[in-house]
T-cell receptor, first 119, second 113 residues
Framework: GAVVSQHPSRVICKSGTSVKIECRSL??????MFWYRQFPKKSLMLMAT?????????EQGVEKDKFLINHASLTLSTLTVTSAHPEDSSFYIC???????????????FGPGTRLTVL | QKEVEQNSGPLSVPEGAIASLNCTYS??????FFWYRQYSGKSPELIMS????GDKEDGRFTAQLNKASQYVSLLIRDSQPSDSATYLC?????????????FGGGTRVLVKP
């Protein structure tokens, strides 16, 4: 149980284009999902918290107009990197919580990640 | 001061030995603690969670929590080369907005055959 998928696993795009990454909880409903970014040999950096049916909460320094997050259902959150530039190249990882009422409700389960390369 | 601190390593251990990883945290009210393993180029995977003082064992892994001293540790018994990875300590501070986890920088473990 508690499987999280991400799509695509790898994407290469040209500078100036937009890229959408999907995060799905496959066998549970996730009221809260999180989006992280990780640069090589660095730790996870939380970008935003995504709550189903409401606006995402962004961490300080993360541009909400550049990184659009939509949490349309209890099993799907999307991150769109708009007008991507080479400096946006990174490993993007989502995670999902089981939610209130579930055993280990506060545990975050991670998706496999999406490696974005912007040329 | 970082909220969750780990020695970055690398922690080099011979195969079959015990690897001991430590993590300290600053928020005394923290209630939930997690250890994740992350292989190079992959996303973190949950090893175990711990909520109460004392030891919690799961296979070759033992997590130890001491809230009074504000540290949580992870022991890996009978270390295998496949245990070579970065181990992330994560803490959910009391009343964390949005139920966020605070991650340490990770300890890189290298198990030598």
């Amino acid at each position: 149980g508690a499987v999280v998928s991400q799509h695509p696993s790898r994407v290469i795009c040209k500078s100036g284009t937009s890229v959408k990454i999907e995060c799905r909880s496959l066998d549970f409903q996730a009221t809260t999902m999180f989006w992280y970014r990780q640069f090589p040999k660095k730790s996870l950096m939380l970008m935003a918290t995504s709550n189903e049916g409401s606006k995402a909460t962004y961490e300080q320094g993360v541009e909400k107009d550049k990184f659009l997050i939509n949490h349309a259902s209890l099993t799907l959150s999307t991150l769109t990197v708009t007008s991507a530039h080479p400096e946006d190249s990174s490993f993007y990882i989502c995670s999902a919580r089981l939610g209130a009422g579930a055993v280990s409700a506060d545990t975050q389960y991670f998706g496999p990640g999406t490696r974005l390369t912007v040329l | 001061q970082k909220e969750v601190e780990q020695n970055s390593g690398p922690l080099s251990v011979p195969e079959g030995a015990i690897a001991s990883l430590n993590c300290t945290y600053s928020d005394r009210g923290s209630q939930s603690f997690f250890w994740y393993r992350q292989y190079s180029g992959k996303s973190p995977e949950l090893i175990m969670s711990i909520y109460s003082n004392g030891d919690k064992e799961d296979g070759r892994f033992t997590a130890q929590l001491n809230k009074a001293s504000q540290y949580v540790s992870l022991l890996i018994r009978d270390s295998q080369p496949s245990d070579s990875a970065t181990y992330l300590c994560a803490v959910e501070p009391l009343g964390a907005a949005g139920n966020k986890l605070t991650f340490g920088g990770g300890t890189r473990v290298l198990v030598k055959p």
